[in-house]
């Protein structure tokens, strides 16, 4: 079992930056991979980023290519989602997602809210 706390949302004017943190814990757990979802309200989940843990690879959502940079801090367990140049639509829960291993099913965060006024 793997638990994630997320933190970082809140409420930043178009054109400002937040950072988003995930750190996973557990007992005995292995990570192949960790990454951010979002949901905005009436829309369905949207991929935003993750980045494979054992590689320098990273892949992003195209609508945040450019704006926002996923990194994480291996001993802390931690993934981080910088996010500059904001937008209006870029308002949605995100949601962390970490993967043990490549097939097998993922574990969730509770979600934090981010709200991008104009």
């Known amino acids: 079992q793997v638990q994630l706390v997320e933190s970082g949302g809140g409420l930043v004017q178009a054109g400002g930056s937040l950072r988003l943190s995930c750190a996973a814990s557990g007992r005995s757990f292995s990570t192949y991979s960790m990454g951010w979802f979002r949901q905005a309200p009436g829309k369905e989940r949207e991929f935003v980023a993750c980045?494979?843990?054992?590689?320098?690879?990273?892949s992003y959502g195209d609508s945040v290519k450019g704006r926002f940079t996923i990194s994480k801090d291996n001993a802390k367990n931690t993934v981080y989602l910088d996010m500059n140049s904001l937008k209006p639509e870029d308002t949605a829960v995100y949601y962390c997602?970490?993967?043990?291993?490549?097939?097998?099913?993922?574990?969730w965060g509770q979600g934090t809210q981010v709200t991008v006024s104009s």
């Open positions: 980045i494979v843990w054992s590689a320098v690879y990273t």
């Open positions: 997602r970490h993967k043990p291993t490549f097939t097998g099913a993922a574990y």
